[in-house]
């Protein structure tokens, strides 16, 4: 008897390739550390910019960063009122 693996292997999808990332960040107006979490496709490679609100004055930060190969690199917190 032959014994054959050809056509056996399994193919698992993935339909949430998301990584969530948490990230600590200075508030742009009162200088407390809050964390936010990054939701970031794994397979998105760019710039991107968020609001987020602190956690302590809930003045708005913007949040720019850059992502490549689902790192986040290059965090630039500002204003978020603009
Ligand atoms: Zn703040």
Do not use: W
């Not at 550390?33 to 998105?44: A, G, K, M, N």
């Not at 910019?49 to 290059?74: A, H, K, L, T």
């Amino acid at each position: 008897m032959i014994c054959c693996s050809i056509g056996s292997t399994k193919i698992i999808k993935y339909h949430l390739a998301l990584s969530q990332i948490y990230h600590s960040i200075t508030c742009y107006f009162c200088f407390e550390t809050f964390e936010v979490d990054l939701e970031v496709d794994d397979h998105f490679n760019g710039h991107n910019d968020e609001i987020y609100d602190c956690v302590v004055c809930c003045n708005p930060n913007r949040i720019e960063y850059d992502v490549y190969d689902g790192e986040v690199r290059g965090i630039v917190v500002g204003d978020g009122n603009e």
